[in-house]
């Protein structure tokens, strides 16, 4: 069931942005700071790790992706560089923070209600309900608002993009805006279910690329489907075989699907090298 | 004394690593982030086959090598299929489905506790201290650095750069991609391997840990920061990132930060390369597409 | 005279557009054919499903007899059929002789195994190739350049440098894709030449061109292609002044 926020996560940024993992472990950890350490209140302090998440992610584009950009360079350049800069701030959340687990849970860990033979704590109700709410947000964003519009047309052809009028810099700012503040939230939301340490933003983020690939680059149906296929499996997976081998089940539905349906169910066709 | 050679014995093997990668990433242009797979597969198999089978080293090296390369060569199809950017994902996926078998597959591999009393290894002598142990790191990177030079500089190496600058306008030429695509994804899975069974030998214990996801990005970023497409670009960045980290114990950083900086350290300079010299120190290639381009 | 490419009604569709349209032709073996056609008619398409770099939705077309649909380019290329390409395409990162290094056929160096094996025999070959390839360079005048890099040349001699690597392997049908556009009057001159000596040895080729002097200067026939359709087919002076011709210059 975590499975369908994962996809929340996702934005179509045109490349594969890994640092985006570790702006999904910074939004926990913000709220770990803003409420453990600072002894703000929870409620206060969940909406400054959100905006402090999104301007990360602002930050990361102004900084280091906008120049490689500007330079025309390959998206394995840029590819490379989020991977460095996921590095360099992991470990110092590490460092800040320490490699344990750190909790923001508050209240006495209860039962869960039994539904469909499974049992789902109130805190997980909450995930999806709020996962529900923000994917179908945004997807209506995407489709009626102004700024939604302009992000479509640049995901889909950037220069013609820009030739219309549309500030394609500008976009790709609020794309990465909105898209960091989506993963601060789904950090916050996951740390609140299952507590944090500072790698739990890489994990996050391949089965959220696992979703994304299988439902479809582009696609919020897709990619929410994608999540969802994606759960159930690892969930079927663990009950015949042992839990351990969830993420080798996710990784190996990927490569099946990267060599056989790169578009994944609904999404766009996957352009090779034109000739 | 003892900690100088271990370093440059770390050094010698990370040099292995690293060549075998540049003649993937850096010639041919195929970015892969599996490099510590074949890496770790490479000691597993050797060090079970000492283990269980009580074999002697050179065989368990050649065995190794070969089951790598095997290994190489499945992973080297699926690159014929799956664009540039999703096959990197793809190698990510190979990477860590082999180190999921490597944790979990504990009546095998002794999962997460891993495999302990590795014997070291005997070429007529036991090699069992570490000034011995260098000489034969050594000659082992000093041979694969030869391989790798010979292989560069032949027309099949000329092929290899081709295909890295443009795919087809090589074809057209009537290169057959994808079978030196295939060749060079087994030649460098074999060499990591050899890599692999040094380390399995030396340290004389192995667990999965040591060969994740971070391990191949660690690997592929000295590939680029010491140069993409040169030999000597990986060797020096071999140097330079290994002894790095180690200066810092000097300044008496406390040691549960250490590891953190080390890493800090090189995904620094990797976005710091990425935005001023994608070439790294020394290197020819820097991962633009020109073909796509034009 | 023999046919040494038979097209049979080739079909190419992109995303519900067709492309190739029970596109048939003949090209006589020695004679220099030229396809013409607005933008977009399907001409670099058809080199493409020729070459091997794009499939076919139906049809065939034969080469020397032989089927050339869905093979590889490179055995194409084995066969006896070069390209160039309407983008130029060159590795501009090596030098001008590595360039053509690259273009001989059958070098026991490309061989993972030879290479180790064999290094002798290597060697040699590589020496002779090299050989060959300053004489081929020293023919059109690139020879000075051939220690510079690819990338480092002139339009126009690049376009001479890709024509080079085609001829290098000897082939016996050339598909050149606008080999002279945009370049200045002389090197269009002495590419020209070189084409037309081509066809002096026998050798055949088809030439995409728009720049219709020079179809009616040295092409003996020419195929009109629109929308995927062979329009008209027949001398430069017969196709200029067919009614369909310029009916769809016109549209």
Known sequence: ?275 | MTYLLHILILIGIYIILTTSLNLLAGYTGILSIAHAAFYGVGAYVAALMALRLHTPFLVNLILAVIASALLGVLVGFPSLRIKDDYFIIATFAFQVIVFSVLNNWVRFTGGPMGLPGIPQPVIILRISSHGPFLLLTSALAILCFYLCRRIVRSPFGRVLKAIREDEVFTQSLGKDVSSFKVKIFMVSAGMAAIAGVLYATYISYIDPTSFTVMESIFIISIVIIGGAGNLWGSVLGAFVLISLPELLRFVGLPNSVAANIRQILYGGLLVIFMLWRPRGFIGEFTFRNPSVKA | MTDILNITTLDKYFDGIKALDRFSCRVRQGEILGLIGPNGAGKTTLFNVLTGFLRCDGGRAFFQGKNVVGKTPHRIRGMGVSRTFQKLRLIRQMTVLENVLLAFQDQPGESLTRVFLQSGRCHSQDGTNQERALAYLKDVGLYEKAGDLAGSLSFGQQKLLSLVCCLVSDPELLLLDEPVAGINPSMMEKILSIIQNQARNGKTIVMIEHNMDVVSHICERVVFMDMGQKISEGTPEEVKNDPKVIEAYLD
């Not at chain 1, 990361?60 to 390959?74: C, H, I, K, Q, T």
Request: charged share 15%.
């Open chain 1, 1 to 275: 069931m975590i499975g369908l926020f994962f996809g929340v996560i996702y934005k179509t940024t045109r490349f594969f942005h890994f640092a985006h993992a570790v702006v999904f472990t910074s939004g926990a950890y913000f709220t770990y700071l803003f409420h453990k350490l600072f002894g703000f209140p929870i409620f206060i302090a969940i909406p400054i790790a959100v905006a402090l998440a999104a301007l990360l992610g602002c930050g990361m584009e102004a900084g280091v992706y906008r120049p490689l950009r500007r330079r025309e360079a390959s998206p394995m350049v840029l590819l490379l560089a989020s991977l460095g800069m996921y590095i360099v701030l992991q470990n110092t959340i590490s460092m800040v923070f320490g490699d344990d687990t750190k909790s923001i849970r508050s209240g006495v860990v209860r039962e869960g209600l039994p539904i469909f033979g499974a049992r789902i704590t109130p805190i997980q109700i909450v995930i999806i309900c709020t996962s529900i709410v923000l994917v179908v947000l945004v997807a209506l964003w995407l489709k009626k608002s102004r700024m939604g519009k302009a992000m479509r047309a640049v995901a889909n052809d950037a220069e013609l993009a820009q030739i219309s009028g549309i500030d394609s810099d500008r976009v790709i700012l609020w794309t990465f805006g909105v898209g960091s503040a989506l993963a601060g939230v789904a950090g916050i939301l996951v740390a609140l279910d299952v507590d944090m340490t500072p790698t739990m933003g890489m994990n996050a983020l391949m089965m959220g690329v696992v979703a994304v690939i299988i439902g479809g680059v582009g696609s919020i149906p897709g990619v929410a489907m994608g999540a969802l296929l994606l759960g159930l499996a690892q969930h079927l997976g663990v009950w015949k075989i042992s839990s351990q081998w969830q993420d080798a089940i996710a990784f190996i539905i990927l490569f099946v699907f990267l060599l056989f349906r790169p578009q994944g169910f609904l999404g766009r066709k996957v352009k090779k090298v034109e000739v």
